[in-house]
């Protein structure tokens, strides 16, 4: 399909402002950057029931995070379950702020509480520090789920882009480790792996909104020590052998987005393996779109809440 006419009109206003290159800036500019951005794009944001933001007093660390809780539904009496959110960013960009749309969104749409998680950004914080910031926090949800007032048992791992790379990873160890229990992934065009290779980085880097190739390996340098580390499962979970046993999923995926390929591919890869999973494609959309007020951002919302609610329905 064409890119949908929003789509269009929207990376028009981009080119208009005629950015420099991400990789030619420090990361602290680029931070400042998004934010405005963020700022600019920000309209009326989604009533929910109650924000709060909090610490995670974690093994890991203090972990800042923030709380939403949906307009309160008819079994608004038992605990509900809960999302625990990364964002994304490359792992370098990007905080609670910049997702508080996007968490109210998913909260209300699928009556859960969402936690959206301040993991520590590269290159201050390089990797695994993301990691096992992500696993600490999804762990401490699960142990403090009474006093949170969620169901331990109905506990998802969400995140876009990088924070999908999170979560899918966050599913990875937990399952290794055994604990805590997560009962679905949600993987919004997901980041999945860093070889950098497939058809869709190669012909869609630097066009249609998606970043240059310069900017890709500008992030994973930032994220990580040596460009070997990018073959690692826990950075590349394409790359993991053994995907049996992993919380059934849904993926999200935009045909004009670089990280197409890699999402459906892990789809595919989900499925081979066992794993009751769903992927959905959006044409005509671009990466992030589910930030911007497109048409097709809020048909995604309510259908990747319904996959939630289904999902989270029950302990079973």
Do not use: C
Not at 80 to 87: M, S, T, Y
Not at 230 to 238: A, I, M, T
Not at 266 to 287: E, F, K, N, S
């Amino acid at each position: 399909m064409p890119l949908h006419p929003q789509v269009e009109a929207h990376l028009a206003r981009l080119a208009a402002v005629n950015f420099v290159g991400l990789h030619t800036v420090s990361p602290q500019r680029a931070r400042e950057g998004a934010r405005r951005l963020t700022a600019a794009s920000i309209g009326d944001v989604e009533p929910v029931a109650e924000v709060t933001d909090s610490i995670a007093a974690t093994k890991a660390g203090d972990i800042p995070i923030r709380i939403y809780r949906p307009v309160p539904a008819a079994s608004a009496a038992d605990p509900l379950p809960v999302v625990v959110f990364f964002h994304g960013g490359g792992y370098v960009l990007n905080d609670l702020d910049s997702h508080d749309a996007l968490a109210r969104s998913i909260a209300n749409a699928a009556e859960t509480v969402v936690i959206s998680v301040d993991y520590p950004l590269a290159p201050e914080h390089k990797y695994p520090t993301q990691i096992d910031t992500g696993l600490a926090a999804t762990a401490w949800v699960a142990e403090h789920a009474a006093e949170l007032g969620v169901d331990a048992d109905r506990l998802a791992v969400a995140g876009d882009s990088a924070g999908g790379n999170l979560a899918a990873v966050v599913a990875l160890r937990a399952r290794d480790n055994g604990a805590p229990r997560i009962a679905f992934q949600l993987l919004i065009y997901p980041d999945l792996d860093f070889r950098r290779e497939n058809d869709s980085i190669t012909q869609l880097a630097g066009r249609y909104g998606n970043i240059t190739r310069e900017a890709q390996f500008w992030f994973m340098d930032h994220y990580l020590d040596t460009p070997a580390q990018r073959l690692d499962p826990r950075v590349s979970p394409l790359l993991e052998p053994d995907l049996a046993g992993l919380p059934p999923a849904y993926i999200i995926t935009a045909e004009y987005d670089a990280l197409r390929d890699e999402g459906e591919q892990y789809g595919q890869r989900l499925r081979d393996a066992g794993v009751t999973t769903t992927v959905r494609r959006y044409d005509g959309m671009i990466h992030e779109f589910l930030r911007h007020p497109f048409d097709d951002a809020e048909v995604a919302v309510k259908e990747l809440a319904a996959a939630l609610r289904d999902a989270l329905a029950s302990t079973t």
